[in-house]
């Protein structure tokens, strides 16, 4: 007799399909907008892989009228709650601070803050892009268990008592080493792209986001690092938007 196939609870397979967040979820089977195979969904149902899942045009409705924010933060902000004294970037999330060159067809509205949440975090002495949104799938996409977004970073950095031409005096081989063979928290690191974008400033693209993971990696090969920005996650770039100022995602961008 062939085994039964395994069943997981509604509101992971609806993440797993990409249709929300698990609170989402939750938030639309209690309102009566889910049915799997006909059936008004219950909470907590467990569902085979092949379920049929529908979901309510009104729960659409409510999700297209979020809003995902890009945002430079400047160097003194944390990205998440306040902590020591320090604000939270979303304090930044004003219509002062919009950037005039924002052309997304939105307006902005004081509901869009609720619910509004960093979707991955940005060390507080470092700048750059920083993404706050409402929507389930876009966290999901940036910080979900089986995220491979790319993220790039410039960082300027020093080696000793050289803080010019730092290129010429770094070793080859500690470079190689940044690219693949650091361990950090007892584990292995993914390989990364590391390049000297100019002979002060390296380029990193990392697959995966362990805290301070760049400070970390550069102290283990000696170099001091003096500037970190990030300037592109997935296909989505920092471009011209000022320190300070923020943007909407445009409905044509893709993470």
């Not at 430079?72 to 919009?98: C, F, M, T, W």
């Not at 100019?198 to 000696?222: A, D, H, S």
């Amino acid at each position: 007799m062939p085994e039964a196939s395994p069943t997981v609870r509604l509101n992971k397979r609806m993440a797993e399909l990409g249709l929300c967040s698990r609170r989402e979820a939750d938030e639309w089977i209690a309102q009566g907008w889910v049915r799997v195979d006909g059936q008004v969904a219950v909470m907590g149902l467990q569902v085979a892989p092949d379920a049929r899942i529908e979901v309510d045009r009104r729960a659409r409705g409510q999700q297209q009228q979020q809003v995902t924010v890009l945002l430079h933060k400047p160097v003194g902000y944390v990205s998440g709650q306040a902590e020591d004294g320090h604000s939270p970037a979303i304090v930044l999330v004003q219509p002062a601070n919009r950037w005039s060159g924002d052309t997304a067809p939105i307006r902005f509205a004081p509901a869009q803050l609720r619910s509004l949440a960093p979707a991955g975090r940005l060390d507080i002495d470092s700048t750059g892009l920083l993404v706050l949104t409402q929507d389930g799938r876009v966290a999901r996409q940036l910080i979900g268990e089986d995220r491979t977004m790319e993220k790039e970073y410039l960082v300027r950095v020093g080696y000793g008592e050289a803080e010019r031409d730092v290129q010429r005096a770094f070793p080859p081989a500690q470079l190689a080493r940044l690219r693949h063979g650091l361990v950090l928290d007892g584990a292995p690191l993914k390989p990364a792209r590391v390049d000297w974008q100019n002979p002060e400033q390296l380029r990193f693209v990392l697959t995966e986001g362990k805290k301070r993971q760049i400070r970390r990696m550069c102290e283990m090969v000696g170099l001091r690092v003096l500037g970190l920005k990030r300037v592109r996650i997935g296909q989505v770039v920092l471009g011209q938007l000022p320190a300070g100022q923020w943007r909407y995602l445009a409905p044509h961008e893709r993470f």
